[in-house]
C-alpha cells in the first residue's frame, strides 16, 4: 500500500508541474476551496487559531480569513510542483521584486553567516531556491513519511544548489559549519520542536507557544545575523520580501531571545496574513502540558 501511494503522489506531483504557475494555482485554491467545504480538520484548526491569535477580526472576518488560508495553503503545493519540475525555468523567473535584499548581502559581505527566518507564509520553497544565488546554503531536512517522494522533494529543493542535512546532531553541526564559513542557513522559526530540552514557551500572538531555541543557539555559537524573509505570492509571481529582526534576538538571555523570534514572526506575517498557514498547530502544547486542539 504505501509503494502504491508513493506512485500516486509522485505521478500527481508530475502531471500538475506540467501545468503553469496560474494554471496551478487555481488548481491548488480548488483543493482550499474543496477543504474549507468539507469543513476539514485543517479548517477546523485555522478557525481556533485565528480565534487565538487574531481577537479583532469578527466571526465574518474570520471566516473569510479561514476561506482564504486554506486557499493560499493549496497553491503553496502545486506551486511547487511546478518549480521544482521544470528544470528549464530557473526560479529567479518567477520573481517580480526583491524588497530588502540588502539585509541578506550586507552581513555576507562583511564575512559573517547568514541565518534566515521563513515562516509558514506565502512559499517558503520559492525563498529557499533563491537564497542559493546569495551564497552557500546548508538547510535541514525531514524526509517525507512517503519514501517515493524523498527523491522528488531533494532533487527539487537542491537543484539551485542547497545542501540539505538530517534534522538530527550531524545535521544541527553542518548548519554550525557553514555558519562559521559565512554560509547561508534557512530555518522554519514557527515548526514545533520536540517536546523536550530543544524548545521553551515565549508568547506568540499573545499566547504560549512552544517555541525552538535552535535559533538561539546558533546565534550565540556562531555571532551570525538573523533576518526574517518570506516568498509574498503577487499576480504573476512572487515578491521576495526581507526584515530585520528584532535585536532582542541577539541577547544571551534565551526567553528574551525567544521572545523576539516569535515578535519577528508575527510582524512578518501581519504583512500578508491570508498567506500564513495556519492550519499549523503552532499551540499544540500548553505550559501546563495540556494539548490545546481538540482535532
Known sequence: MAFSKSTLAVSALRLVGLL?????RRLGAFMGEVA?????????????NLALCLPQLNEQERE???RASLRETGKVATEVCVIWRNNEVPVQSYIRRIEGEELARQPLADGKGLLILAPHLGNWEVLGLHLASLGPVTNLYQPPKLTGL?????????????????????GVAALLKNLKSNGICGILPDQNPNEDSSGGFAPFFGHSAFTM???HKLIQRTGCTAVFAFAKRVEDGFDLIYREAPEEIYSEDTETSLAALN???ERLVMEAP???QWEYKRFKVAPDGERRYQN
Open 20 to 24: 503553469s504557475l496560474p494554471a496551478a
Open 213 to 215: 531555541t535552535l535559533v
Open 274 to 276: 491570508e498567506q500564513y
Open 150 to 170: 524523498d527523491e522528488v522533494i531533494r532533487k527539487g529543493r537542491e537543484k539551485s544548489g542547497a545542501q540539505l542535512v538530517p534534522t538530527n546532531a550531524k
Open 64 to 66: 473569510r480569513m479561514t
Open 263 to 265: 515578535l519577528g514572526v
Open 36 to 48: 474549507y467545504r468539507r469543513n476539514s480538520r485543517g479548517a477546523k484548526i485555522t478557525r481556533e
